[in-house]
């Protein structure tokens, strides 16, 4: 089961790669490194993320709709309010996120830096959030249909529930048991 997971992601990382090494060409280097990215990389970014996932996502439904016989809806796809459901868990999402970052702030973990005005404050996220949200949107849900979806119930009719908690909590812990 984890082997055909890794196979699948293994494959789909394949088909973003000629993205990435697009991106790479036109990113350039500087003596310093990479230069940072411009509209047309972070858009390049997106196309990686959406192409890369998007197969992974049509990987699963094959093998779902092929082998499994059974239809993608019921990788725990909802047909009324699917939307609002989206948006109530990007806003649950957001605020975690956003409230983790806030805690670390408070504690001093984290402290705003000086640099460009151009990427700080407000004026970075506009170009990074509209370019790179579509290739997030996708992976985000790649990731739901691959581990929550797929994996967690096919391992759950083979081994008992907390046995598939623990194996599919470790296939992320690798290095705990060695």
């Known amino acids: 089961m984890f082997a ?9 990382s394949f088909v973003g790669a000629p993205v990435a090494l697009i991106q790479m060409l036109l990113s350039g280097f500087s003596e310093s490194g990479m230069i940072q990215p411009s509209w047309l990389t972070r858009l390049l970014m997106s196309l990686e993320l959406v192409t890369s996932f998007s197969v992974l996502i049509l990987l699963v439904w094959l093998w779902v709709r092929f082998y499994e016989k059974r239809p993608f809806a019921t990788l725990g796809f909802e047909r ?25 702030a408070l504690f001093g973990y984290v402290a705003p830096e000086a640099g460009e005005p151009a990427r700080a404050g407000l004026a970075a996220p506009g170009g990074v959030l509209l370019a790179l949200l579509p290739g997030w949107f996708i992976q985000g849900a790649a990731e739901e249909v691959l581990t929550r979806g797929w994996m967690l119930p096919a391992t759950s009719e083979r081994v008992t ?10 296939s992320f812990l690798p290095s705990c048991m060695a």
């Open 4 to 12: 055909l997971a890794s196979l699948m992601l293994l494959v789909s």
């Open 80 to 104: 009324c309010g699917a939307l609002w459901t989206y948006r109530r868990g990007l806003l649950i999402g957001a605020l975690t996120f956003s409230t983790a970052v806030g805690l670390m």
């Open 161 to 170: 529930i907390p046995g598939s908690a623990f194996c599919f909590l470790r």
